[in-house]
């Protein structure tokens, strides 16, 4: 009798191994998990990346300058910034963009942005522009996001690449560049 108990638990404990790798929802497409996964971990093999560790400590992006700026101004997560930016996926196509001639949202630093878009701007200084590289888990995770038309337009998992212009920042009621 003690065997077959034995068995038995041997048994659901082989179970729960096995379906620990996979995900629970149905609905995720691992492919497409698994290669934004192995994208953003070849960024550590690019010597032209740099690597900055979230402020909240999930994780970390890869970052690229691509032009710097003159201003000295690092904002703060309190201050308010003006921001030129385009969002795309892995498959390069772009999400989102607050690009000029359009007037770019103003943001406070730590609210309205994702995770990875925060610790980048508060390492960047005014005129600083970047490519950035974030993983899902400071973007935006596990869920897809829709766009204006009810489309999926960041499926989930998704690593997400900006570049990110610093225009400005508004600290304490003024506008510094």
Same mark, same amino acid.
């Given at each position: 009798?003690?065997?077959y108990? #034995? ?41 032209e #990346? ?11 992006? #890869? ?21 030129y930016?385009?969002?795309s996926?892995?498959?390069?196509s772009?999400f989102?963009?607050a ?12 609210s ?10 508060q ?25 204006s ?7 989930? #998992?998704?690593t ?18």
């Amino acid at each position: 009798m003690i065997r077959y108990i #034995y068995i038995i638990l041997l048994l659901l404990s082989a179970a729960v191994f096995f379906s620990c790798g996979k995900s629970e929802d149905p609905t995720v497409d691992e492919g497409w998990k698994s290669t934004n996964e192995e994208m953003f971990a070849a960024l550590t093999y690019k010597s032209e #990346y740099s690597r900055i560790m979230s402020e909240s400590n999930m994780g970390h992006i #890869y970052y690229k300058v691509l032009k710097e700026g003159t201003g000295t101004l690092v904002p703060y997560y309190t201050d308010t910034v003006k921001v030129y930016y385009t969002g795309s996926l892995i498959t390069d196509s772009i999400f989102d963009s607050a690009e000029p001639p359009y007037k770019p949202p103003l943001q406070n630093v730590t609210s309205g942005f994702i995770d990875g878009f925060t610790t980048a701007l508060q390492h960047m200084r005014t005129g600083d522009r970047w490519e950035i590289w974030i993983p899902q888990e400071l973007g935006y995770g596990t869920v897809a996001q829709t766009g204006s038309t009810g489309k999926t337009s960041i499926p989930a #998992y998704s690593t997400l690449k900006f570049e990110i212009e610093l225009v400005s920042v508004k600290r304490k009621g003024t506008w510094v560049q």
